[in-house]
Protein backbone atom coordinates (compact mmCIF):
# COMPACT_ATOMS: atom_id res chain seq x y z
CA UNK A 1 0.00 0.00 0.00
CA UNK A 2 1.19 3.72 -0.39
CA UNK A 3 -0.39 6.88 0.74
CA UNK A 4 -0.21 10.19 -0.75
CA UNK A 5 -1.43 13.13 0.87
CA UNK A 6 -1.00 16.35 -0.73
CA UNK A 7 -0.78 19.91 0.52
CA UNK A 8 -0.50 23.74 -0.38
CA UNK A 9 -3.58 24.10 -1.94
CA UNK A 10 -5.90 27.29 -1.71
CA UNK A 11 -7.15 30.55 -2.90
CA UNK A 12 -4.78 32.49 -4.93
CA UNK A 13 -4.90 35.64 -7.23
CA UNK A 14 -4.86 35.27 -10.96
CA UNK A 15 -0.62 36.14 -11.90
CA UNK A 16 0.20 34.57 -8.58
CA UNK A 17 2.06 31.57 -7.60
CA UNK A 18 1.23 28.11 -5.00
CA UNK A 19 3.72 25.57 -4.28
CA UNK A 20 1.83 21.93 -4.10
CA UNK A 21 3.81 19.11 -2.11
CA UNK A 22 2.73 15.41 -2.40
CA UNK A 23 4.36 12.98 0.72
CA UNK A 24 4.61 9.36 -0.43
CA UNK A 25 4.85 6.76 2.41
CA UNK A 26 4.15 2.62 3.01
CA UNK A 27 5.55 0.42 -0.02
CA UNK A 28 7.22 3.20 -2.11
CA UNK A 29 11.03 2.54 -3.39
CA UNK A 30 11.33 6.35 -5.12
CA UNK A 31 9.62 9.09 -6.43
CA UNK A 32 9.71 7.44 -10.36
CA UNK A 33 6.70 7.45 -12.04
CA UNK A 34 4.04 9.60 -9.90
CA UNK A 35 2.62 13.49 -11.27
CA UNK A 36 -0.38 15.40 -10.90
CA UNK A 37 -3.68 14.81 -12.44
CA UNK A 38 -6.48 18.02 -12.08
CA UNK A 39 -9.69 17.74 -12.15
CA UNK A 40 -11.90 21.33 -12.84
CA UNK A 41 -15.67 21.29 -12.58
CA UNK A 42 -17.62 19.85 -15.22
CA UNK A 43 -14.58 18.14 -16.67
CA UNK A 44 -12.18 14.97 -16.80
CA UNK A 45 -9.33 14.48 -14.80
CA UNK A 46 -6.22 15.76 -16.53
CA UNK A 47 -2.61 15.13 -16.37
CA UNK A 48 -0.73 18.54 -15.13
CA UNK A 49 2.86 17.22 -14.99
CA UNK A 50 4.90 13.96 -14.34
CA UNK A 51 8.10 12.73 -13.39
CA UNK A 52 8.59 9.23 -15.80
CA UNK A 53 9.95 6.24 -15.30
CA UNK A 54 12.72 7.23 -16.66
CA UNK A 55 13.16 10.09 -14.26
CA UNK A 56 12.55 13.08 -17.28
CA UNK A 57 9.81 15.50 -16.74
CA UNK A 58 6.23 15.59 -18.56
CA UNK A 59 4.00 18.81 -18.69
CA UNK A 60 0.52 19.37 -20.33
CA UNK A 61 1.26 22.11 -23.08
CA UNK A 62 -1.14 24.68 -21.17
CA UNK A 63 1.65 24.55 -18.27
CA UNK A 64 4.89 24.36 -20.28
CA UNK A 65 7.40 27.39 -19.19
CA UNK A 66 4.57 28.25 -15.94
CA UNK A 67 4.51 25.17 -13.56
CA UNK A 68 7.78 22.85 -12.82
CA UNK A 69 7.49 19.38 -10.82
CA UNK A 70 10.44 18.69 -8.92
CA UNK A 71 11.05 15.66 -5.92
CA UNK A 72 13.03 14.28 -3.44
CA UNK A 73 13.80 10.59 -3.61
CA UNK A 74 15.23 10.71 -0.04
CA UNK A 75 11.75 12.02 1.51
CA UNK A 76 9.56 10.48 -0.84
CA UNK A 77 8.14 13.81 -2.03
CA UNK A 78 7.15 15.27 -5.05
CA UNK A 79 6.14 19.09 -5.67
CA UNK A 80 4.13 21.64 -8.07
CA UNK A 81 5.46 24.96 -8.29
CA UNK A 82 3.08 27.14 -10.32
CA UNK A 83 3.49 29.93 -11.63
CA UNK A 84 1.43 32.49 -13.50
CA UNK A 85 -1.51 31.58 -12.49
CA UNK A 86 -4.78 31.98 -14.25
CA UNK A 87 -8.62 31.37 -13.71
CA UNK A 88 -8.45 28.82 -15.92
CA UNK A 89 -6.10 26.27 -13.49
CA UNK A 90 -8.70 26.46 -10.76
CA UNK A 91 -9.05 22.70 -9.78
CA UNK A 92 -8.72 20.01 -7.47
CA UNK A 93 -5.33 18.38 -8.03
CA UNK A 94 -4.10 15.32 -7.19
CA UNK A 95 -1.05 13.11 -7.00
CA UNK A 96 -0.28 10.06 -8.15
CA UNK A 97 1.96 7.21 -8.27
CA UNK A 98 1.55 4.89 -10.85
CA UNK A 99 2.65 1.20 -11.03
CA UNK A 100 0.86 -2.05 -11.49
CA UNK A 101 -1.78 -0.51 -9.47
CA UNK A 102 -2.21 3.30 -9.44
CA UNK A 103 -2.21 4.86 -5.91
CA UNK A 104 -4.28 8.50 -5.75
CA UNK A 105 -3.89 11.25 -3.27
CA UNK A 106 -6.80 12.75 -1.67
CA UNK A 107 -6.78 16.14 -3.51
CA UNK A 108 -6.34 19.45 -2.53
CA UNK A 109 -8.66 22.17 -4.01
CA UNK A 110 -7.01 25.43 -5.44
CA UNK A 111 -8.92 28.52 -6.50
CA UNK A 112 -7.48 31.18 -9.05
CA UNK A 113 -9.42 34.15 -8.18
CA UNK A 114 -9.32 37.97 -7.73
Known amino acids: QVQLVESGGGLVQPGGSLRLSCAASGRIFNILNMGWYRQAPGKQRELVAAITTGGSTNYADSVKGRFTISGKNAKNTIDLQRNTLKPENTAVYYC????????WGQGTQVTVSS
Open 96 to 103: YKGGVVVY
